[in-house]
């Protein structure tokens, strides 16, 4: 069974950092994806950033340029360094892990969520 654990968020001001990080425990795939979305409430998911087997990264429209995904094999955590944070990134955001990762969460039944972690954004 895989769990994903995030840690890392908290409140911070517009401007400011964190990096998020998620541990990963339990056998995934070398072949699939992770990846970290966030969301606000009442609204659907999104991709923030998403690094796949090869370890190439692609990155929401949002986080391009302040944003930077990244992942230490050797102890299976993932990471994304969020910096220059605006009120707009206030949400929760969740580790994903899936052969597939869509814009908008897992592609397939067989992937895996996080318990998310809430970022906070003051201007």
């Known amino acids: 069974q895989v769990r994903l654990t995030e840690s890392g968020g908290g409140s911070v001001q517009a401007g400011g950092s964190l990096t998020l990080s998620c541990a990963a425990s339990?056998?995934?795939?070398?072949?699939?994806?992770m990846g970290w979305y966030r969301q606000i409430l009442g609204k659907e998911p999104e991709a923030v950033a998403i690094?796949?087997?090869?370890?190439?990264?692609a990155y929401g429209v949002s986080a391009k340029g302040r944003f930077i995904i990244s992942k230490d094999n050797v102890k299976n955590v993932l990471y994304l360094q969020m910096n220059n944070l605006k009120p707009e990134d206030t949400a929760m955001y969740f580790c994903?892990?899936?052969?597939?990762?869509?814009?908008?969460?897992?592609?397939?039944?067989?992937?895996?969520w996080g318990q998310g972690v809430q970022v906070t954004v003051s201007s």
């Open positions: 994903a892990a899936d052969g597939i990762l869509t814009p908008y969460g897992l592609g397939s039944d067989s992937g895996y």
């Open positions: 339990g056998y995934i795939d070398s072949g699939w994806s």
């Open positions: 690094l796949d087997s090869d370890g190439d990264a």
